[in-house]
């Protein structure tokens, strides 16, 4: 039991820790932050069938598609924390050590490249955006601070349960 809580704490961790980027990364880079509300548009339609889009912003809206998206993004978070811990045992969550977060930071972009943004309608890792480069680079960038966050929120988690 007390490896799920971990678990939860370390993922919910890690995809603050990511939000934080996103938000100081608009501030200084005048980017934008991630609409998760597109995805909870994207997740609703699947309840009617609906796995791809052509613009997932020009799809009608879903009633509190922004809680589901920003639900679904914690979730997402927690399932790749535990991930981790499935890959790495669970003996990294007493002993976190950075190569397996960034390990699991990184390997998650595979997520938007291949299901979410083709599915969004923005092609195979943002092929069919106005500028793909940078849409990837971005992306992996906030995977590779999501992994930092699982390396952070890990010794976080640690020094508070195991000191």
Request: charged share 10%; net charge positive.
């Amino acid at each position: 039991m007390n490896n799920l809580i971990y678990t939860l704490i370390i993922g919910i961790g890690a995809t603050a820790i990511m939000d934080a980027w996103s938000i100081a990364r608009k501030k200084l880079l005048a980017g934008k932050a991630p609409d998760y509300g597109m995805v909870g548009r994207w997740l609703g339609h699947m309840a009617n069938g609906t796995f791809r889009h052509d613009a997932i912003a020009k799809s009608p809206p879903i009633p509190g598609e922004r809680v589901i998206g920003w639900t679904a993004h914690y979730l997402i978070g927690i399932t790749f924390a535990a991930l981790l811990t499935l890959v790495w045992d669970t003996r990294w969550i007493e002993s976190p050590t950075l190569l397996p977060a960034l390990v699991i930071g990184v390997g998650t972009v595979l997520a938007p490249f291949l299901l979410m943004q083709p599915g969004m309608g923005a092609g195979i890792a943002a092929s069919r955006t106005p500028q793909p480069r940078a849409a990837r680079w971005q992306s992996l960038i906030n995977h590779t601070v999501f992994g930092l966050g699982l390396y952070t929120s890990g010794w976080v988690t640690h020094l508070i349960f195991f000191n």
